[in-house]
């Protein structure tokens, strides 16, 4: 069975947002990915996949498609067997325990995946997004995440409004903030990541109080940022680490 035009031109028009919410769909490639989001909780649409992909779903729900064919569908510079369509699940509920990211105005989709991750290894379950930061089932977000995008629950709200309303204390990372290695951190708390280019906007900057920051070894101190992925790296160890003693 081939490839019909019409699917072509969904599968192809899920790479922008606006069709990724009307069909409520969203792409997912290769052999990892594609096999953590079956066995998660993420509903298959369908499976366009080569003789050599093997897998236990229904042939129903299974395409077959030439070697040339999955390439014209792919997004990766070497497609692996198999391309997935998943139905986009409604939002989990908000939590107000543990230690929760919040991201203000992300716009790489190489950082968004990698942080998703980074929630997935520290046990972080929740991830909340300001409403302009990239689109988490973009399908560079859903190739970095590396199946993580399973485990963690990722909301997108007004962050202004969601900070307003936090229970929990709540810290944002800035250069000239407390030394993160010195200081107290909770066991619950909001940690607020920023924008690649600019930070964390002064509107939620006038929001919080409690700032942290990563000090700089290097003996030039002429490095300006980490990357906000590597810094919410270094920042969620210390949080975690925190809460042993």
Known sequence: MSISKNQLKII???SQKKYR???HLFVAEGIKVVNELLNSSFKLEILYATDNFITN???DK???ISEKELQKISNLKTPNQVVGLFKIPDEKVLQ???IIIALDTVNDPGNLGTIIRLCDWFGVQQLICSKDTVDCYNQKVVQASMGSLTRVAIRYVD???YLQEAVLPVFIADMEGANVYTAALPKDAILIMGNEA??????IKSLVKNRISIPRFGETQETESLNVATATAILLSEFKRSSYF
């Open 96 to 98: 107000q325990s543990g």
């Open 12 to 14: 192809t028009s899920l």
């Open 21 to 23: 919410q009307k069909h």
């Open 57 to 59: 779903i229904s042939s």
């Open 198 to 203: 600019n930070g964390i906007s002064e509107n």
């Open 62 to 64: 299974i395409v077959r």
């Open 159 to 161: 962050l202004e409004t």
